[in-house]
């Protein structure tokens, strides 16, 4: 992870926000390359979900909405988290997120200890329990730890158990729900009038906006609303780098069916169409797994919901969630607004709310997983036969920042320049390209290798010299080189590229 973080930094993919005012934590800029990679995972959903199909629209709406939409949405009676404070160190934990277990010695219970959540939070409860027995001089058997979150913990458990930030028994607080929706005010007045929320997910809009969209849109069950946006949430503890942060930006759809609909036929299509959309950005299907969430965690309204899972280096984590929300949305904001959100069935002749399948995916949580997936460091050998290192970032074509690396061989002679930078200008119309005639070819070379460039083409003297007017092509992945006229580059990224 730490060599992806500095690569992202080094090569201008991901910033801190706020740096030179010592960063501010859970939000990030994207640097140049970031800007670009994040606009390919954008655009290739958007041509996906919604120019390719005939079944699903896009909108795009506002970020503040009237007040009211979060409360018919249940978001601000229940979009929280639940809290623990240090009240020594005021440190704040997601309870969540926040394991003890009790040291066990001889069948005995004789104290705490407690560890953040991490990839191996047994394994770190139990050296805990090892160095309190040590420390305390108890002699015994010490069980194995048997971890619980704080969620979980008694009264009398909570006044024991140690503040991972003291240490000492009795700092930490009850858990307690604390709401994730980021407050401002509206208008010159600040009072609770006032009062309006940055959104916590693009969703509400697909929902509130559905008349306008039935009455306009010319659409018909089943069909889609969708919509890439920026989503707030004053997350706890924001962590793992831009996996969960404060600001980030969703894209999500509502896909409305018929109330008699085969939901769980719908739900496992749309749950298989997310999986190679993954798929088709590049990510290896041997990170990608399945989680079902279990039916007694489950909102009351929520039929069932899947979660793409990707293998991130610190550990399995959610990437996208497919959930079946049968028609609570649109019920809520029908009863909060007194405005029917109702479809006409031709063949009942009868009007109903139609129920719908949300794919909900965050696209920072995607430039992670591909930066992750695509991140290789590998000793290769250069044009002399050493063995030197090369670090790679295997992007697909699809989302790569630069698609084409322009290499001139010599920057010093006037017929090799004038051939690269007529090609480059070409293909500049169509694609995100680089000019590069600085250093050596092979330097060349590894720095595209570094921003994930899948084809480096170099004009040599082959190309001004012989007949065909052809280039140097060089693959990212393979190394490998072969030649290529102009025709079939443009062939080549028009079937890779889409
Ligand atoms: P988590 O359990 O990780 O907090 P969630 O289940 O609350 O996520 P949803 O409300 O289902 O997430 O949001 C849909 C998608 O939005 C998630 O699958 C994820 O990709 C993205 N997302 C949610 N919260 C964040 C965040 N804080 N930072 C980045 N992406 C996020």
């Known amino acids: 992870m730490d060599s992806i973080v500095a690569l992202a930094k080094r090569r201008g993919f991901i910033f801190q926000s706020s740096e030179i005012y010592g960063g501010f934590n859970g939000f990030f800029d994207y640097g140049p390359l970031g800007s670009e990679l994040k606009k390919n995972i954008r655009d290739c959903w ?28 249940g978001h601000v009676a229940g979009f929280s988290d639940p809290l623990v404070d240090c009240k020594v160190s005021k440190q704040r934990y997601r309870a969540d997120q926040l394991f003890f277990a009790p040291v066990v010695i ?18 770190e409860l139990q050296s805990a329990a090892d160095s309190f027995k040590r ?15 704080m969620t979980e913990a008694t009264p009398e458990e909570i006044a024991l158990i140690p503040s991972p930030a003291t240490g000492n028994a009795g700092d930490l607080t009850p858990p307690r729900a604390f709401n994730m929706m980021f407050q401002t005010n509206v208008g010159a007045m600040t009072d609770a009038a006032s009062v309006a929320y ?42 793992n780098f831009i996996f969960r942060s404060r600001e980030f930006e969703q894209m999500e759809m509502e896909y409305f069916i018929h109330e008699d609909a085969d939901w769980s036929k719908c739900h496992q299509e749309w749950i298989e169409w997310c999986r190679q959309w993954l798929l088709s950005v590049g990510l290896p299907e ?34 996208w969630g497919i959930a079946a929300r049968g028609n609570y949305d649109l019920g809520q904001h029908a009863q909060a607004s007194g405005k029917p959100q109702e479809i006409f069935d031709e063949a009942t002749k009868k009007k109903f709310v139609p129920h719908v399948i949300e794919p909900a995916v965050g696209v920072d949580r995607i430039l992670l997983a591909v930066l992750c997936a695509g991140y290789a460091e590998e000793e290769v050998k250069d044009e002399k036969g050493n063995v030197e290192k090369r670090t790679v970032l295997r992007l697909s074509p699809r989302i790569a920042p630069v698609k084409v690396a322009v290499l001139p061989l010599l920057k010093n002679k006037d017929q090799l320049v004038g051939r ?14 680089f000019y590069d005639d600085g250093g050596n070819i092979g330097k060349r070379y590894r720095r595209q290798d570094e921003i994930g ?41 028009e079937e890779r590229v889409y």
Not at 420 to 433: F, M
């Open 106 to 123: 001889d069948g005995k219970n004789t104290g705490y200890v407690s560890a953040l959540e991490s990839e191996n939070t047994t394994a």
């Open 420 to 433: 690269a930078r007529d090609l480059y200008k070409k293909l500049q119309r169509r694609y995100a390209v």
């Open 198 to 239: 940055l959104r916590p997910e693009t969703a509400q809009g697909m929902f509130v906006d559905f008349k306008n969209v039935v009455d306009t849109g010319r659409v018909k069950l089943p069909f889609g609303i969708a919509q890439i946006g920026k989503s707030f949430r004053n997350e706890i503890t924001p962590r």
């Open 135 to 149: 420390k305390k001089a108890l002699q015994g058997t010490l069980a194995p730890v048997v971890a619980k979150d």
């Open 286 to 319: 041997s990170k990608l797994t399945l989680y079902q969430h279990k039916k007694e965690k489950l909102a009351f309204y929520s039929k069932g919901t899947t979660d793409i899972m990707f293998e991130y280096p610190f550990g399995v984590q959610e990437l």
């Open 453 to 493: 460039t899948p084809w480096c083409v170099t004009i040599d003297f082959d190309t001004i010299e012989k007949p065909g007017d052809t280039f140097t092509l060089r693959e990212r992945d393979s190394m490998a080189q072969r030649r290529i006229t102009e025709a079939e580059l443009f062939a080549l990224l």
């Open 46 to 73: 958007w041509n996906d979900m919604v120019r390719r199909r005939d079944d699903i629209v896009g909108i795009e709406t506002s970020i503040i909405m009237h007040p009211k939409v979060w409360e018919a949405s």
